[in-house]
């Protein structure tokens, strides 16, 4: 596997974001991903379709630490989605996936950092805010590579 792997879904429109983007190495990919509450439908795919993982089966709803066998080009994963708030791993060399609640997701570790920002941003010195805006525009660059 060398291209980059997504959970793509009815959460995102199937389509794929540096939010919804696998990490790791080549054992194991995780990702940390905050979801809408309610019934989800989901794979582990990556951005042009080509390698795609579901279940073999119309397989019931996916509960929390339960580890699914995935096979390529398999039909949708099922979860309902009661915390928001979950971590994702996906184990590459058996194609399995386990889903566990977490207490926090990237997203929501941005969002506290801007509203920091936003807070102290009267108290910043010309020189600090020229700096986190060159940060931000740095940072926003690399994600669009």
Not at 39 to 50: G, L, N, P, S, Y
Not at 83 to 106: G, T, V, W
Request: contains cysteine; glycine residues 4%; hydrophobic residues 35%.
């Amino acid at each position: 596997m060398k291209s980059a792997l997504f959970l793509r879904g009815t959460f995102n429109q199937w389509q794929t974001s540096s939010f919804y983007q696998f990490t790791g190495n080549d054992a194991q990919l995780r990702l940390v991903v905050h979801l809408p509450e309610g019934h989800q439908e989901f794979k582990v795919a990556t951005a042009d379709w080509v390698e795609n993982y579901g279940t073999s089966s119309d397989a019931p709803l996916m509960q929390e630490k339960e580890i699914w066998q995935l096979c390529s080009e398999g039909g949708n994963l099922k979860f309902d989605v009661q915390s928001q708030n979950y971590e994702f791993f996906f184990h590459l060399h058996e194609k399995s996936l386990e889903i566990r609640q977490c207490n926090f997701a990237p997203d929501q570790r941005l969002e506290q950092c801007f509203e920091q920002i936003r807070a102290n941003w009267h108290s910043y010195s010309t020189s600090q805010k020229h700096q986190i805006k060159d940060l931000i525009k740095k940072e926003i660059s690399h994600l669009s590579q």
